[in-house]
């Protein structure tokens, strides 16, 4: 089985929207308060470097954050690989991958009573990801969907609704397609009725179909940092395989952006954090995930300047404005849930043929 590294790296590059001068970006780490008694290593996602989510964390307990953002697993595990044993005391990492980091033994146990499991949204507690012999080695922090980013000015709201929008030529040369395979297949699958966590060799040629009407309508098949910028700037008016985290954060500067999860569904993200078994401030970083997973630093993370997307505690609403809400669609998470599916993660051999239909999709 494989897992998932783009889907991080890809939410990171949220940072060249900013370049354009359409959101404020930090990828500084957060100043600590002068002569702390104490020092925390947390390998991270750009996310978490935002001074406004560190700072009352550092100040409340006389810490140093030392914050490392990296850019998918695999980064993550060579810096750990390359590290000594207790250089690390936090790690953030994909959801669906924890499992693997759990299987190379790097993540402590949390006892599950010094979480709010309670208040984390069902679906997105990820028992299966998170926990491994009832025991807890993670939790969700934050999560997110990859779906229909659209200019709402240029096309009609009601269409993004049937996610064969995206293979339609109603808008053809006017949809950027966002180019990571996982999702987009997980979205076609979606589109065509199947499950994401049940796809097989047999679904492949139906999905290598539509990929290849997506292509022919499309303007572009590019990174995110592509596809974002088109949207941002109008050159095209579709981003498939964007939302929230793209537009959210544009909501003041550009309020013709928009995103909605289509009625048939879309494909979910989530990040977890944990505890790394080696470190030796075991408690002090234990405090430090409690902090992420509060309401008041839930509502931080979730308004980071890098990207927004939605905290996975519930009671996260009460420290987000009127704006803030509106913006991660707050109201509409009940139904977003229930109707979105994780990321596709196939065996090896379905992960192949996976990545062949995309490749025979971008040479058309």
């Known amino acids: 089985m494989i897992t998932s590294v783009n889907g991080a790296f890809a939410r990171r590059f949220f940072s060249s929207v900013a370049a354009i001068s359409l959101a404020a970006v930090s990828t500084v780490s957060a100043p600590a308060p002068a002569f702390a008694t104490e020092e925390l290593n947390a390998l991270v996602w750009c996310d978490h470097t935002d001074p406004a989510l560190v700072e009352p964390f550092e100040k409340a307990n006389d810490v140093k954050v030392n914050l490392k953002d990296y850019e998918g697993t695999g980064a993550a595990l060579s810096i750990l690989e390359q590290s000594q044993p207790g250089d690390w005391d936090v790690l953030v990492i994909d959801g669906v991958d924890v499992q693997r980091a759990v299987g190379l033994d790097l993540l402590a146990e949390i006892p599950a009573d010094k979480l709010p ?164 401030k075991q408690d002090l970083a234990l405090k430090f995930v409690q902090y992420i997973v509060s309401p008041e630093g839930q509502a931080r993370l979730a308004t980071s300047s890098c990207y927004w997307a939605m905290p996975a505690n519930m009671k996260a609403g009460e420290h987000l404005t009127d704006a803030q809400k509106a913006a991660l669609r707050w109201n509409d998470q009940a139904e977003y849930l229930k109707k979105t599916q994780l990321y596709p993660i196939p065996s090896a051999e379905l992960d192949q043929k996976m990545q062949d239909a995309w490749t025979d999709m971008m040479q058309q």
């Open 117 to 280: 499991t309670a208040d984390i949204f069902p679906e997105v507690r990820m028992e299966a990801n998170n926990m491994k012999d009832g025991k807890t080695y993670a939790v969700t922090e934050k999560f997110g969907y990859n779906t229909i980013s659209y200019d709402k000015t240029k096309v009609d709201p009601a269409d993004m609704k049937d996610l064969s929008i995206i293979w339609s030529d109603k808008y053809k040369g006017r949809i950027a397609l966002y180019d990571y395979y996982l999702p987009m297949i997980g979205l076609v699958a979606l589109g065509l009725g199947k499950k994401t966590a049940e796809l097989s060799e047999a679904d492949m040629p139906a999905i290598a179909e539509k990929l290849s009407e997506m292509k022919k309508v499309s303007k572009q098949v590019s990174d995110v940092v592509s596809s974002q910028t088109a949207l941002a700037t109008g050159e095209a008016d579709i981003l498939v395989g964007g939302g929230e985290w793209i537009t959210a954060a544009l909501s003041g500067e550009k309020p013709n952006l928009d995103w909605i999860v289509p009625d048939q569904g879309a494909v979910r993200w989530a990040q977890s954090i944990g505890v790394m078994k080696a470190s030796k």
